[in-house]
């Protein structure tokens, strides 16, 4: 069969080129092997690495023999998935037993982010302090003020990482369990890209290694004497991208085919450190990262792409807090009105606090500029708790969204103006002092001092 | 001048983050602060790669600040480089040197920065307040109400709380200072801002003795 396109007789040529581009005229066998080579060679799973893009885990290992380092187990106890990366390599997503490594952003700002995440655990009857851990032992990663104003060093967020780490390692001990039992689940997007990032460079300095293991000593946080350093680095929409059928299977009791969902994945999921980011070819044709898409999909919704997914939404770090103008101006130009116009969408949904706070509160001003335009912003994990029939206040927390997350609520077929009813009788009940917990409060406070 | 510009080059990412450059300008193409400053990824690569000390200094006196740290630009180049990388190290440069760009651009940032170092988190429930924000509109939340009762009506219990995004125990802030002053972030912060750097520390004493006041009641009740 000949490679020639129909209309392109005249030319001799192949469609689109010059004359001189001819028809090979290989037989089937032929042209499968030569593109192989190419694939091979050119596909961007199997890209040629070179030396610098080798998989870090590999050394991790080689540092462990070596006795430099400990390396924190995904072991058959947390029941992992496996993925694909960017780059076809595989990586586990741990599905049990689980240390939430919360995010400043999301806890201070959207705190129905990790209240979603923690009802789907109870919904899959998780045991807190046994399947799942929140604790008050562990700080923010520290680079969103890093990446804003500069303050700080890879040292001290190499630190930083190394201490919570260590804490989500020995923190089972508290609750009668191995070293290692829970396994750290990186709720923010800053704070897994920074993690990568970091743990690469102590893989590859052995100065730098020096340098904090002398810190992590003077906090007692070696163990027998080594820094400790997790297989993987996990976010949260990872684990929930391995969850999603069983979310849609079991636990989904709203119809979303009505609702057209666009997506923002966060830059420092998927551009820091990208050959670890989660790629799967039956999501948007492993043209895009996997993550938020995947559950948007499972969950029947309809999934929009839009002209201007790679854009960043305009956080900028330092931008969203001094230079507002240019956030403001970036997210309701290349990304909001985007969404509404070329998409129409329902929603946008993210994966990180950045941009959702961003794209989330810059709305208002828009009008100023008459541009006036709105979609509400959520997560994927909000997103998903409110298909599963989570009360949109109690757990799914939109309340504190400025975006119009109303007509959305409504559209899914749920009253929001009687959800709002329930929550403000039941906010009579919290000034009384009965408070509902998604898990024994005692259980949190295990770290305290 | 020179000194500054070693001081990038010496930094051990430097040759992590720059392997050559086409010139292509890729990362501008997608760079969203090139869209809106004078800023151009390709230059600050150009720059750095043939060695323009001069004009390296004044890249850092302003245009380095445009960057919004995204990394499109690290995940675009066919290079391998990391345009957005290098901005950090030479971030860190500027402000090592109290350079006047990095003073301008901190101040703003001092809040956080006072948060962060104190309690470890960076952003709390308290800061994200219509006074602060007043282009975020009159409606950051839906439902009228006071911020600690909205807080309590979190099902989380470690979230209940304004000042911090979460309850962060005493211990765990203690372990952060010593970080901080282990790895000479205490010391830029002097230098970029005494004032700041005053209130910080009286905070952190406090809450030292707080701890010893807290580990001897332990000793006593055992
Ligand atoms: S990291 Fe900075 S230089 Fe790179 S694309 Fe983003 S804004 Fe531009
Ligand atoms: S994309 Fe890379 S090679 Fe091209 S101009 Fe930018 S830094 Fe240079």
Known sequence: MSNQIPGDENTGGIAGHGSFFQDANLSAEEATRATDWVRKHVDRRTIDLGERMDDIREHMWELEKEGEIIVHRITDEHEPINVKTLFGWDKKVPTKQLWHHKSCGQCGNIPGYPASLMWFMNKFNFEPGKDYLDETDQTSCTAWNYHGSGIGNVESLAAVFLRNFHQAYVSGKQHGHELGHFFPLVHCGTSFGNYKEIRKYLVESAELREKVKKILGKLGRLVDGKLVIPEEIIHYSEWVHVMRNRIASELQTIDVSNIRVTMHAACHYYKMVHEDAIYDPTVLGGNRTAVGSSVAQALGSQLIDYSTWYDCCGFGFRHIISEREFTRSFTMDRKIRVAKEEAQADVMLGID????????KNQWIGRAHEQNFSVPIMADVQFAALACGADPFKIVQLQWHASPCEELVEKMGISWTEAKKNFEAYLKEVEAGNIEYLYNPELALGGRA | MQEIYDEIRSDFRYD????????????????????????????????????????IYDAMQEKIWACAQCMTCAARCPFKNSPGGLVMIMREVAIKHGMQSAKDVL??????????????????????????????????????????????????????????????????????????????VMNSLETMDENLFDVIEDFIDEKRDDYEDWLEEQEDDD
């Open chain 1, 353 to 360: 606090t950045g941009c959702i706070t961003t794209m989330d």
């Open chain 2, 16 to 55: 992590h983050e720059l392997n050559g450059c086409l010139n292509c300008g890729i990362c501008t193409a997608t760079c969203p602060s090139a869209q809106f400053y004078d800023y151009s990824p390709r230059e600050i690569v150009q720059l750095l790669w043939t060695a323009n000390v001069e004009q």
């Open chain 2, 107 to 184: 101040r703003p940032f001092g809040r956080v920065m006072l948060k962060l170092i104190t309690t470890g988190n960076q952003l709390s429930p308290d800061m994200i307040q219509p006074d602060h924000f007043p282009d975020w509109g009159p409606n950051i939340q839906k439902v009228e109400g006071d911020l600690k009762t909205l807080r309590k009506a979190i099902p989380v219990k470690t979230l209940q709380t304004v000042e911090t995004a979460w309850e962060v125990s005493l211990k765990t802030s203690i372990e952060m200072y010593t970080i901080w002053e282990m790895t000479g």
